[in-house]
C-alpha cells in the first residue's frame, strides 16, 4: 500500500460517518470531543485536523508537529486560532455553500415552533395535559405569514431565507456593515430594523465588533412582543440581557441553535423558560451536509499532497 494522510477527526461521529470518512483514502482517526488524552497523542504525527466545534487553540497546534492544515467542517473559523496556525504556516479551510441549506432550514424551523410554542406544547402534550395551557396561550400563538422578520447580515443562509420567507407570506428586511447592490431585499440600518421587525434572524460571523451586538440597549429596542432566532455564533448575543427582555415579556419569545458557552451548560436560565425553543448547535447537521463536506474534505486532501491551492484557504 501507498503512503496515506493521517487524519484526526474530532467529533462523535455516527458508525455511517465514520465509515465513509475512512474510506476517503486517507489514515483517519476518530476521537471523540471528551477524550483530551488520545486526541493529544493522536495529534503527535498528524497532518489534518478536521474540525468542527471544539477550539482549536494553540496548545492544541503546538501539540501536532506534523500538521498542514485545519478543516473546518463548516464555516465560522472563530474557534481556531488562526494567529498560532499562520506561525506555523499550517493552512486553515472552510466550507462555504456546505450547510447554507440546512441551516436555513433550521432558521425556519425556530421561528415557526417558536411562534407556535412548540416545545412548551410538546411537553404538555407528552405529559398527558395537551389540553391544560394557559388560558391565555391561544393569545400568544402566531402565524410567520404578514409578520416582518429582519435579517442581519446578508450571507448564504440569509440570501436563501429570502424566497422561503416571502414564499409564506412574510415580509423581509436585512441590515448588514453597509447596503450591497445585488440584495434581494430593502436594507436598514441595525436601529432601525430592530424598531421594525417582528422577528429578528442572526446571520453573521463573531467578530470583535459584533460580539454582543445585540445587548440590552438593542433588546430594548426591539418592538414589544418581537421574537429573536440565533443560529449564527451565541457570543453574538447578551444572554443575560435576553434572558430578562424574555422574563419580563418584552419579548415573545427566541429561537436559539447556539449559545455563549457551548456545549450549553443545564444551568444555563434561558433553558428554563417556556418561550424558547433550542437546538445544540445542529443547524449545520444533516445526511445532505456531511456528503457535501466529505467532498471539500476528500479534494482537499488531494490538492494538499499534490501541493496545489487548497480551496477555501482562510489563513
Not at 477527526?9 to 465514520?18: D, F
Amino acid at each position: 500500500m501507498g503512503y496515506r494522510m493521517k487524519a484526526v477527526l474530532q467529533y462523535r461521529a455516527s458508525p455511517e460517518l465514520r465509515r465513509r470518512i475512512c474510506a476517503l483514502g486517507l489514515s483517519t482517526v476518530v476521537v471523540e470531543e471528551g477524550d483530551k488524552d488520545t486526541f493529544r497523542r493522536e495529534m503527535g504525527d498528524a497532518e489534518v485536523l478536521l474540525h468542527v466545534l471544539e477550539p482549536v487553540t494553540s496548545e492544541v497546534i503546538h501539540t501536532a508537529p506534523r500538521l498542514r492544515l485545519i478543516q473546518k467542517i463548516g464555516i465560522g473559523v472563530n474557534t481556531i486560532d488562526l494567529d498560532a496556525a499562520r506561525r506555523r504556516g499550517i493552512a486553515v479551510c472552510n466550507m462555504p455553500g456546505t450547510n447554507t441549506q440546512a441551516v436555513a432550514e433550521l432558521t425556519l424551523l425556530l421561528m415557526l415552533a417558536t411562534l407556535r410554542r412548540l416545545a412548551q406544547l410538546d411537553s404538555q402534550t407528552r405529559a398527558g395535559r395537551g389540553w391544560e395551557f394557559d388560558p391565555d396561550l391561544p393569545d400568544d400563538l402566531g402565524e410567520l405569514s404578514g409578520r416582518t422578520v429582519g435579517l442581519v447580515g446578508l450571507g448564504a443562509v440569509a440570501r436563501r431565507l429570502v424566497p422561503i420567507l416571502r414564499a409564506l407570506g412574510a415580509d423581509v428586511l436585512y441590515t448588514s456593515r453597509q447596503a450591497v447592490s445585488d440584495a434581494p431585499c430593502p436594507f436598514l440600518p441595525l436601529q432601525d430594523l430592530l424598531r421594525v421587525v417582528d422577528l429578528l434572524s442572526l446571520h453573521l460571523p463573531l467578530k470583535p465588533h459584533t460580539e454582543r451586538l445585540i445587548d440590552g440597549a438593542a433588546l430594548a429596542a426591539m418592538k414589544q412582543g418581537s421574537i429573536l432566532i440565533n443560529t449564527a455564533r451565541g457570543p453574538l448575543v447578551d444572554e443575560a440581557a435576553l434572558c430578562e427582555a424574555l422574563e419580563r415579556g418584552h419579548l415573545r419569545g427566541a429561537g436559539l441553535d447556539v449559545f455563549a458557552r457551548e456545549p450549553v451548560e443545564a444551568d444555563n436560565p434561558l433553558l428554563r423558560l417556556p418561550n424558547v425553543v433550542v437546538t445544540p448547535h445542529l443547524a449545520w447537521l444533516t445526511a445532505e451536509t456531511l456528503e457535501r463536506s466529505l467532498r471539500v474534505i476528500a479534494e482537499n486532501c488531494r490538492r494538499l499532497r499534490a501541493g496545489e491551492a487548497l480551496l477555501h484557504r482562510v489563513a
